[in-house]
T-cell receptor, first 113, second 113 residues
Framework: DAEITQSPRHKITETGRQVTLACHQT?????MFWYRQDLGHGLRLIHY???????NKGEVSDGYSVSRSNTEDLPLTLESAASSQTSVYFC????????????FGEGSRLTVL | AQSVTQLDSQVPVFEEAPVELRCNYS??????LFWYVQYPNQGLQLLLK??????LVKGINGFEAEFNKSQTSFHLRKPSVHISDTAEYFC???????????FGKGTMLLVSP
């Protein structure tokens, strides 16, 4: 079955370190998204991509970057991790068009000490 | 830009009782509406969606929602809840012609025996 996987599922890091969260989908979806989930804030969009070499900033993009070198992967990089970036991160993907359903990964819990 | 307001952060209810989770949205353009469910330590799963047509939408697990354009609402209902419905529920809106979803802050449904 096609799926979307995130790794690592849990990570603890220190302030200032670079961290990359991986997201891989096997549906061949063009559209991929990264959200962060925080208590009291719901899900907020970080970055998204409509296809290879396309990236766009979302609502809370400061301190994050993404790259899209192929259809399957959209890694999220924290260049210099901050305690405010402690959160649960969700990757999602969907087909284009008006009816495409959004599918989510299981999430990556990041703790920045 | 569109926004979503979920009026209740937490809704406690007894098993087999009816429940309504409220969602209001604001947008000056045509939108699509969604409800997602998140069980503990899992990603989000689509419950139901309104794209067009009948304003009463039926989803999985016995849930339904009604799109009310005049009141800009999309409330989620279930006539009789089970313990297994305990989860967080998110309302989301997507602008017609766009791929990004804007989520509400979520409503925690707590079903007790």
């Amino acid at each position: 079955d096609a799926e979307i996987t995130q790794s690592p599922r849990h990570k603890i890091t220190e302030t200032g370190r670079q961290v990359t969260l991986a997201c891989h989908q096997t549906w061949n979806h063009n559209n991929m998204f990264w959200y962060r989930q925080d208590l009291g804030h719901g899900l907020r969009l970080i970055h998204y991509s409509y296809g290879v070499h396309d990236t766009n900033k979302g609502e809370v993009s400061d301190g994050y970057s993404v790259s899209r070198s192929n259809t399957e992967d959209l890694p999220l990089t924290l260049e210099s991790a901050a305690s405010s970036q402690t959160s649960v991160y969700f990757c999602a993907s969907r087909t284009g068009g008006e009816n495409g359903e959004l599918f989510f990964g299981e999430g990556s819990r990041l703790t920045v000490l | 830009a569109q926004s979503v307001t979920q009026l209740d952060s937490q809704v406690p209810v007894f098993e087999e009782a009816p429940v309504e989770l409220r969602c209001n949205y604001s947008s000056s353009v045509s939108v699509y509406l969604f409800w997602y469910v998140q069980y503990p330590n899992q990603g989000l799963q689509l419950l139901l969606k309104y794209l067009s047509g009948s304003t009463l939408v039926k989803g999985i697990n016995g849930f339904e929602a009604e799109f009310n354009k005049s009141q800009t609402s999309f409330h989620l209902r279930k006539p009789s809840v089970h313990i297994s419905d305990t989860a967080e529920y998110f309302c989301a809106v997507r602008r017609s012609g766009y791929s990004t979803l804007t989520f509400g802050k979520g409503t925690m449904l707590l079903v007790s025996p």
